[in-house]
């Protein structure tokens, strides 16, 4: 899992964005809000005055805004909200949508079959199943629910008698998007406590002990028997304890390890061997990250590691908010590796803040992990893997600096090193034991982590989130919690949206908007990145219009178009204007793919950030709003009974 | 259905303000509907320029075949519509302001009622949407369920009712604010000459509690035996507009009801009433609307479960009354088939 810049930004950053304020999301929340007033009350008013005149309909919008503020939104009636809501769940209910849940369970007693047994992280599979499986089964249920029942309300009618009570739009939109809601908790609660216990259980497994040797001073070592597809080896130490148990751990394979006790009869001698669980599978580490800066072969400092190739990957313009649309930030936002070069100077540097005994409490050091990448320009020895050092500096006193710790690279995984309390080093010309937290550590928590490639030829990339400090876990029935309570944003979302088409459109036309939102949503960093070609002239083949034409006439697309040069303008005027509404309108939508990528948060075994969840929170606050203003308007301006 | 009055003292009584002493409950100026399409364009006048005000205390009826605008006028007096053109003001207040609802209530031409909820939960609702307080909302439900007759089926629902049975739901569910104006559209449809019986008592009952009642309906007689005062629409247009014992007065004819007269006697009267220069349309034994028959039956089976009526010539037996009707010279009789 790569984090991009914006994974890193606290919610007040991304909320104000204090050096950019163009690319905050407060700002962004606001011009849409304010865009889609205007707009809506631009429309309104072009409707009502082609129905009734210019003066008439200028009235009729002005009444409308006034009832909205004098008398529905002072007169909407929890009691009423609440009865509406009840009415939307009970409905919902009693067409039997929990069949949906069964279905997921039973969906879950047969996936076990498909996915891979022989998979080298089966955790991250199963909860990338599940989290996706989850997701996309309840956004469809939220899409089919919110927009179907208004709608048949008012074609049955039923509506009638709703109306022609004291009822406030306001409350109909609200009753609806509530009730909803609830139907979509209710069935997100089971399938989340359904998947939890498919992926704990899913992972379960057992092992024999099938080899054991004793090897001198009452430890052992031995090996496991072959068992879903792996084997693990092991050891036991012998007990401090002379009347304990004599317990002794696996190594780390797909993930996770074993504790192996040994169980002594009454005669002393050895009877059994119990297996525990698999654990260590299923984390939710909580990462502190550093800042990184890389210096070349010469030891110079610079801002980027080398680009070994197909690592300057596009994307992740969606951050950029307004900035982008107006065209003040064209440069993609991404991070990509650097690569340091073997048996040179050039290195990575990573600074990290708050290193405290307090925050690291482990007498052992403080753990690091690493997901690095290698790039070899030589073969060298494929088995042995490339060797890295780490070195630990004092930020503030560079010449108090530790001896290198050596280690051996793990590509495709994340490998586990712990930055010792007590170290050799050089303070100056001086050698002698550093303390971590005494001599390498500033007094305000700054620890600087670098990192070489020790082999010649060989390069080593990193990025920001390849090394991090772990100061704490968190759990990881917490953490999966925590990746359906993003789903439940997303759901919020669509039935929000769902609702405000359904106020204005019918069933099938709502429900066909809303997936059109959500698709768009879906696609917009596609959207954003053909404006960017588009913007630096780069025409790949250029838009729809310009496609299609080129498509018709078999021209490759690397070729200039060769048509008419009036005809070509008017071409590529019109793909300029599908391409910039396009923008407008994803960039006006809510950003599901970021808000999905929590799951691979819970996949990768990473605990979800609060900012994360906060920051989806808000936005999914800001949109139901929208929702909520435009289907008011739409149904306070709507003949019922038409 | 019992007829007991419903009124309840402590029900919310509407703000006096809202209608500052004038007793206009529905008033509509000018008022006109065109049905247009998707595109705007006009596709049916279904009102023209109608002006009604209905008083309060008063049965207003709204007569006229299908088509000719009852269901626009209700609907645009509920602000289910808005007007083309022209005005509706209910207590005073545009027909397209909430709060009015309040003091209104409405049974729509079916019940258009949520099938999957039960009679207890469907009025339960209706009253949570006029913010009744748990305890009031009990109290209603349960005088209502009482007045509409159906406190053995509370706890089923709707979709296994039959349709004067969910007629009756919708009764209850337009009562449930106890409101002073009840607007009724077509009240008698789906129900059996005892509930249809049932219904008139119910309107004039709660006419009588000082309520208006604006119903609309082509059942004539409905009409005529409950209405204080009548439109009648025609093409969006009204025709006539008045009090219904006026409009149905036939001027040149008489009606003599009387009884134990002898063939001979019935001959002279006849004699008589040619001497003054009148005509004998005819002299003959009444018959019994459909409705007092069936109605008479079934009072009398539940008097007495099990037995057969006897004889239909019992039935003549019992209104032996003879009617004589006269008229002037112009023969035409305006209230043929009313009677």
Not at chain 1, 206 to 211: K, L, M, N, R, S
Not at chain 1, 247 to 263: E, K, M, N, P, Y
Request: glycine residues 8%; negative net charge.
């Amino acid at each position: 899992m790569t984090l991009q810049p914006e994974d890193f930004w606290s919610f007040g950053e991304w909320l104000l964005r204090p050096e950019s304020f163009l690319e905050s999301a407060l700002l962004q929340g606001i011009v849409l809000v304010v865009l889609a007033v205007l707009l809506g009350l631009i429309i309104a008013y072009l409707v009502s005055a082609v129905r009734h005149g210019p003066g008439e309909g200028f009235y009729a919008v002005a009444r409308s805004v006034r009832d909205l503020v004098r008398s529905d939104l002072p007169g909407t009636s929890s009691r009423r909200i609440f009865a509406l809501a009840k009415l939307a769940y009970q409905e919902a209910l009693r067409r039997r949508v929990l069949v949906v849940v069964g279905l997921f369970v039973v969906g879950l007693l047969f996936a076990g079959w498909y996915l891979d047994p022989r998979s080298s992280d089966p955790a991250r599979l199963y909860i990338s199943f599940v989290l996706t499986a989850t997701n996309y089964l309840i956004l469809l249920l939220a899409l089919f629910i919110s927009t179907f029942s208004l709608p048949a309300d008012i074609k049955n009618r039923t509506i009638y008698t709703i109306v022609t009570k004291p009822v406030r739009a306001t409350e109909i939109v609200l009753g609806r998007m509530l009730g909803f809601v609830a139907v979509g908790t209710l069935m997100l609660v089971p399938m989340g406590i359904a998947s939890y216990f498919f992926v704990t259980r899913g992972l379960r497994h057992d092992h024999e002990v099938v080899e054991i040797d004793e090897v001198g001073d009452g430890r052992f070592e031995g090996k496991l028997s072959f068992d879903q597809f792996h084997d693990h080896s092991f050891t036991i130490e012998p007990s401090a304890d002379p009347d304990g148990p004599e317990l002794g751990l696996t190594d780390t394979v797909r993930g996770h390890r074993h504790v192996v006790r040994q169980i002594r009869g009454d005669d002393g001698n050895v009877e059994r061997y119990v297996i525990g669980e698999p654990y260590g599978a299923l984390r939710a580490r909580v990462p502190v990250y550093g800042s990184l800066v890389f210096t070349d072969r010469a030891g110079n400092l610079t801002d980027e590691g080398i680009d070994v190739g197909n690592e300057k990957a596009r994307g992740g313009y969606g951050a950029a908010g307004i900035a982008r649309l107006v065209g003040v930030t064209r440069e993609a936002q991404r991070l990509d590796y650097g690569y340091v070069e073997g048996g040179t100077l050039g290195s990575a540097i990573y600074t990290f803040n708050g290193v405290t005994p307090r925050r690291f409490t482990d007498e052992e050091g403080i753990p690091m992990e690493m997901a690095l990448r290698a790039f070899r320009t030589i073969k060298g020895d494929i088995v042995s893997g490339l060797n890295g050092s780490i070195t630990l500096r004092n930020p503030d006193k560079p010449q108090i600096e530790s001896n290198p710790l050596t280690f051996v690279v793990q590509e495709y995984d994340v490998s586990e090193e712990r930055l010792p309390r007590e170290i050799e080093g050089t303070d100056g010309e001086v050698t002698r034991k550093l303390s971590l937290f005494d001599d390498l550590v500033t007094d305000d928590g700054r620890l600087e982590v670098i990192i070489r490639c020790i082999d010649r030829q060989q390069y080593l990339g990193m990025t920001t989130s390849a090394v991090y400090l772990r100061p704490a876990e968190s759990s990881f029935a917490w953490n999966l919690t925590k990746s359906y309570l993003s789903i439940w944003l997303q759901m919020v979302m669509v039935i929000a949206f769902g609702v405000m088409f359904s106020t204005f459109l019918s069933g099938p036309v709502a429900m066909v908007a809303t997936f059109a939102c959500v698709l768009l949503g879906f696609t917009a960093e596609q959207i954003y990145d053909i404006r960017y070609y588009m913007d630096r002239g780069e025409s790949m083949g250029g838009g729809p219009v310009e496609s299609l034409v080129r498509l018709l006439r078999q021209d490759s697309m690397t070729t200039e178009l060769d048509v008419d040069q009036v005809a070509g303008k008017v071409i590529q005027g019109v793909d300029a204007v599908i391409i910039y509404s396009l923008d407008a309108v994803a960039t006006s939508l809510p950003n599901l793919p970021r808000m999905l990528s929590t799951a691979e948060y819970a996949a990768s075994g990473f605990d979800i950030f609060g900012a994360l969840l906060a920051r989806h929170a808000v936005a999914t606050f800001g949109y139901v709003l929208l929702a909520f203003l435009i289907g008011y308007f739409f149904l306070k301006t709507r003949e019922i009974a038409a | 259905m019992a007829t007991e009055p419903i009124g309840l003292a402590d029900a919310p009584t509407a703000d006096p303000a809202a209608s500052p002493g004038s007793d206009v409950v529905i008033e509509t100026r000018n008022l006109s509907k065109i049905y247009r399409d998707f595109w705007g364009r006009r596709k049916v006048a279904a009102l023209k320029s109608l002006d009604i005000e209905v008083r309060k205390g008063e049965i207003f009826g709204l007569l006229g075949p299908n088509g000719s605008g009852k269901s626009t006028t209700i609907k645009l007096i509920l602000g289910l519509l808005f007007p083309t053109s022209g005005r509706v003001l209910v207590f005073d207040q545009d027909a397209t302001e909430t709060r009015k609802n309040e003091r209104i209530g409405y049974l729509p031409e079916e019940s258009y009622l949520y099938k999957f909820l039960t009679t207890d939960e469907t009025l339960d609702f209706y009253g949570r949407l006029f913010d009744l307080s748990g305890a009031e909302r009990k109290r209603r439900v349960d005088e209502l369920v009482k007045l509409v007759g159906l406190e053995g089926a509370r706890h089923r629902q709707l979709r296994e009712y039959s349709k004067g049975m969910t007629r009756r739901v919708g009764l209850a569910q337009a009562l449930i604010n106890d409101p002073d104006l009840i607007l009724l559209d077509e009240p008698t449809t789906g129900l059996d000459p005892l509930g249809t019986r049932d219904m008139k008592d119910l309107i004039l009952s709660l006419r009588d509690q000082g309520k208006t009642i604006l119903l609309c309906s082509h059942q004539l007689s409905d009409v005529q035996d409950v209405c204080d005062r009548v439109a009648i629409l025609h093409q969006g247009e009204l025709k006539e507009l008045g009090r219904v014992s006026e409009l149905l007065k036939v001027q040149d004819v008489t009606e003599v009801h009387a009884r134990g007269l002898s063939d001979a006697a019935k001959a002279e009267i006849s004699e008589v009433i040619l001497r003054h220069g009148g005509t004998v349309d005819s002299i003959d034994n009444p018959t019994a609307t459909m409705e007092e028959l069936f109605l008479s039956i079934v009072r009398e089976s539940e008097r007495r479960p099990g037995a057969r009526r006897v004889s239909v010539s019992d039935t003549a037996s019992e209104s032996p009354t003879a009617v004589a009707t006269a008229t002037g010279d112009d023969a035409a009789s305006r209230d043929e088939g009313q009677s």
